[in-house]
């Protein structure tokens, strides 16, 4: 099973600033890898997939990039929505697809 | 556009089986190359993945939990299933349904569309 693991744990952040959210695979998952946010209650919204591609509607702010073993998601100008919680996913190796950790974006 | 809905027992007593559908709503459950899945998330926690069937029936189960889960879907209703057997509490959870896409077929897939999930707790 491949354990992904996201780093921080948590990062505060002031609004209008740039987010930096690292996810690192224990083997390498080529490019299978999503990024997705969830708020508080809510379901888990997908953001990313393929590690760079944005899901329909997701705002230009969002990118990912990386592959192998190292992913990066950076959210360039941070607005009031988009603090939450943050999951990488890789599905290149299953099953099971496994799941980070989280990386919690907060308010500064 | 296309929803999912979990339904189901909130409390589960222990030892007994787990029992969940999920109602697609907004188009067919057969359309397009998806496939369905359950994941779950424990309070304050990260998320899990069951396992998914594809509308042919086709399964895939986390080896973790393959010998207690039996996913089903029934095409006709428009709704997919998840039974997990002899819970403990720690099967407590949301338990959210899930439809899987990809664009290459030898991988898995990732989520692109969640129901909005069900607490359910394992307590006698």
């Known amino acids: 099973e491949i354990v992904m693991m996201q780093s921080p744990a948590t990062l505060s952040v002031s609004p209008g600033e740039r987010a930096t959210l690292s996810c690192r695979a224990s083997q390498s998952v080529s490019s299978n890898l999503a990024w997705y946010q969830q708020k508080p209650g809510q379901a888990p919204r997908l953001l990313i997939y393929?590690?760079?591609t944005r899901a329909t509607g997701i705002p230009a702010r969002f990118s990912g990039s990386g592959s192998g073993t190292e992913f990066t998601l950076t959210i360039s100008s941070l607005q009031s929505e988009d603090f939450a919680v943050y999951y990488c996913?890789?599905?290149?190796?299953?099953?099971?697809?496994?799941f980070g950790g989280g990386t919690k974006v907060e308010i500064k | 556009q296309v929803q999912l809905q979990e339904s189901g027992p909130g409390l589960v007593k222990p030892s007994q089986t787990l029992s969940l559908t999920c109602t697609v709503s907004?188009?067919?459950?057969?359309?397009?190359?998806?496939?369905w899945s359950w994941i779950r998330q424990p309070a304050g926690k990260g998320l899990e993945w069951i396992g998914r069937i594809y509308t042919s029936g086709s399964t895939n189960y986390n080896p973790s939990l393959k010998s207690r889960v039996t996913i089903s879907v029934d095409t006709s209703k428009n709704q997919f299933s998840l039974k997990l057997s002899s819970v403990t509490a720690a099967d407590t959870a949301v338990y959210y349904c899930?439809?899987?896409?990809?664009?290459?077929?030898?991988?898995?897939?990732?989520?692109?569309?969640w129901g909005r999930g069900t607490l359910v707790t394992v307590s006698s």
């Open positions: 996913q890789q599905y290149n190796n299953w099953p099971p697809v496994t």
């Open positions: 899930a439809r899987g896409d990809y664009y290459d077929p030898t991988t898995l897939g990732y989520f692109d569309l």
């Open positions: 907004g188009g067919s459950i057969s359309s397009g190359s998806y496939y």
């Open positions: 393929g590690a760079s």
